[in-house]
């Protein structure tokens, strides 16, 4: 078992990945829609993995939601990192993490593009039910992300 553990500038939210795979066999992907580009995000999903997202105070963090506003961008509001993206599909939580939050960063395959702004509402929910890792739970945070 893999454990991968990041968080953002300031740790105020951090991200716990637990899976078979290694970084080294893991591409992230640089999607290339506004959001994305603007915060240099790579986003990493395994289906088979298990994410924890931590949040120390509730009060600096942000849900985003752009594009679709299908998807939700956990961001930290003191230091402006993003962190990790979730969607709920069908009353389960989906999600992927930024690769460069993580301390491994430099271990992953090297990043590819991706282009889900071409696709509608429903590809997406698809594409990510999917993709997206699919064991996502949110630790010392009662309502964020609800």
């Known amino acids: 078992m893999t454990e991968m553990k990041g968080s953002c500038y300031c740790g105020n939210i951090s991200v716990h990945i637990s899976?078979?795979?290694t970084p080294e066999h893991l591409t992230?992907?640089?999607c290339d829609c506004g959001f994305c580009t603007m915060n240099g995000a790579a986003w990493v999903s395994v289906k088979d993995a298990t994410m924890k997202i931590t949040i120390q105070n509730e009060a600096a963090l942000s849900l985003f939601e752009q594009g679709s506003e299908s998807a939700r961008f956990w961001l930290c509001q003191r230091c402006g990192v993003v962190t990790a993206v979730t969607c709920d599909i069908e009353g389960?939580?989906?999600g992927a993490f930024n690769a460069r939050i993580m301390n491994c960063f430099d271990d992953f395959?090297?990043?590819?593009?991706a282009s889900p702004k071409t696709l509608s509402k429903e590809e997406k929910l698809d594409r990510w039910d999917k993709l997206w890792i699919s064991d996502v739970k949110v630790k010392d945070?009662?309502?964020a992300g609800n």
């Open 92 to 94: 389960n939580r989906k």
């Open 28 to 30: 992230p992907r640089a």
């Open 19 to 21: 899976c078979q795979k």
């Open 141 to 143: 945070c009662w309502t």
């Open 109 to 113: 395959a090297p990043t590819e593009p």
